[in-house]
Each structure stands twice: as structure tokens, then as C-alpha cells.
């Protein structure tokens, strides 16, 4: 019992160290011009659709195969090309921050409409975690650019949406593959409209491979086994850490600064998160 707990949290710091590994290799790639963000997208889809498609391999010769939701692959696409046209312009940590926010608090709304009662205190803590988004936003001489926030804030809607029509997929790992694979003509399309601002090096390449496979093949393949013994409450609060590991990875691996404006959204919009994951397990 012991080893499969000790188990259940080293996949988890696992799939969370590449969840705040793909901020931190777009921000990379982009940042230093390395690759164009159309190409990067492009790349990392095409890469992680090899890798999730070796994965599911065995299972579709065996004779499983899941259906295809095209509304998952719109979703799945609107995120991956959202989150690199934000990077051109924000830092890992600012982008995660917002991008998990956007995520959290899509869920939690699409909760009230399905007619979900929340306490008095999971209504304060969204309100806390919608003002710490509001402030990490708002004009100032730290905040960050507003075209690269509202890009990355969809993103997060979009990647929430996606969690949510996951939820009846009764193969995960084999319908998530099946995203990719065919979220690779909607990558090479935006590619070919983009094409004006088309450069790319073996650096760029490779952190986009190295996103695709790792961060988000890799990742995705040890997040699903981890899942298997986490409470969605769980679940949901656990990916908190996330903006936080870009934070510091940021700061680390590419001497991003961490701003005060920054460090105070945090504690607002994950904190209040935190209290409204807390009450909804509560109650």
C-alpha cells in the first residue's frame, strides 16, 4: 500500500515537472528566436503525435480503437497554437500562472452551470483567484503584454474545455493521440499562413521535439497513470504547483525575474483556487 502511494506522487512531481516543462521550453525557443511560434507548434504536435501513436500502438492492433471527437481536436489545437503565440511576449512563470487560472476557473464555472451550490467561501476564494488574474493584468509598469495575456488566457479556456469533454473518453491515452494525430493538418495549415515569419535552427527543433515528446507524450501517458489512484479534487488542486515550477524554472534556467505584481497574483489566484477546491471536497 505504502509503495503504491510513494508511486502515485513520483508520477505525480513527474507529469507536473512537465507540465511546467513545456512553459519553460517555449519560452525557451521563442525567446531566443530560435523558431517561429507557428513552427513550434507545429513541430510539437507532429512529434508528440509519433510518440502518443508508438503508446497506443499495441492497443489499436489489438482491435480497440476510440472515436474521434472533433470538438476535442479543435480544443486540444486552439490551446497548442494559443500557448506559443502567447510566449512571444510573456515569461514562463506570467504565462503559467494565467494559463492554469484560465483552466481552473473554466472548470469551476462550467460546476455552477451544471448547477453545482457552492458555499460562501468557495464563492470568495473565486472571486479572489478572478482579482489576482485582474491585477496580474491591469496597466502598470510590470504587467504583462495584454495581446500575449489574452492569447494565453485562451489557451487555458481552451485546454479546460478539453479536460472537460475528455472526461467521457473511455481510452484517454488512445483518444488523446488521436488529437494530435489529427491536429497535425490544422498545424500545418496555420504553419502555411504564417509562412512569412518562417526560421527555425536545430535548437528550436529540438525543444520543440523535446515539448511534443517529453513534456507532452511523456507527460500526458504519466499523468493518465497517476489519475488512476487521485481523487478529482485532487487532481485539480495538485496542478496548482505547476505555475509555481515554471516560476522558479524561469528564474533558474532563463533569469526571468519575478516581480512583486507576480508573486502577489499568485498567492491570490491559487490561493483562492486552493479555497475553492477545499470547500467543494468539503462539501
Known amino acids: 500500500m505504502a509503495s503504491a502511494s510513494l508511486k502515485t506522487v513520483l508520477l ?45 500502438l499495441p492497443s489499436v492492433r489489438s482491435g480497440e480503437r476510440s472515436e474521434v471527437h472533433w470538438r ?32 481552473q476557473i473554466t472548470m469551476i464555472v462550467n460546476a455552477l452551470r451544471s448547477g453545482e451550490r457552492f458555499p460562501a467561501a468557495a464563492w470568495f476564494g473565486l472571486m479572489l483567484a478572478v482579482s489576482g488574474l485582474v491585477y496580474l493584468v491591469s496597466p502598470g509598469v510590470t504587467s504583462p503584454d495584454p495581446v500575449g495575456a489574452v492569447l494565453m488566457a485562451t489557451a487555458g479556456i481552451a485546454w479546460g474545455f478539453y479536460s472537460l ?9 488512445q483518444s488523446t493521440a488521436y488529437n494530435f494525430i489529427y491536429s497535425v493538418p490544422l498545424a500545418l495549415l496555420v504553419s502555411a499562413l504564417l509562412w512569412r515569419d518562417f526560421h527555425l535552427t536545430p535548437t528550436g527543433v529540438g525543444l520543440a521535439v523535446a515539448s511534443g515528446v517529453l513534456a507532452s507524450g511523456l507527460g500526458y501517458y504519466v499523468w493518465y497513470l497517476a489519475l488512476r489512484n487521485l481523487a478529482a479534487i485532487q487532481a485539480a488542486t495538485v496542478q496548482l504547483s505547476v505555475p509555481v515550477i515554471a516560476a522558479i524554472g524561469g528564474v533558474i534556467v532563463i533569469a526571468e525575474p519575478v516581480t512583486p505584481r507576480l508573486v502577489a497574483a499568485s498567492i491570490a489566484t491559487l490561493g483562492g483556487i486552493a479555497i475553492v477546491l477545499k470547500r467543494r471536497r468539503a462539501a
Open 165 to 173: 469533454f475528455g472526461r467521457t473518453a473511455t481510452n484517454p491515452m
Open 12 to 56: 505525480t512531481a513527474v507529469a507536473m515537472l512537465a507540465f511546467a516543462a513545456n512553459s519553460l521550453l517555449c519560452r525557451l525557443a521563442l525567446g531566443l528566436e530560435q523558431i517561429d511560434a507557428a513552427s513550434f507548434t507545429s513541430v510539437r504536435i507532429i512529434s508528440g503525435a509519433v510518440a502518443m501513436g508508438l503508446m497506443i
Open 72 to 103: 476535442s481536436v479543435l480544443a486540444l489545437f486552439s490551446y497548442m497554437i494559443c500557448f506559443s503565440l502567447a510566449y512571444l511576449s510573456l515569461t514562463a512563470g506570467t504565462g503559467a500562472l494565467i494559463l492554469f487560472g484560465a483552466v
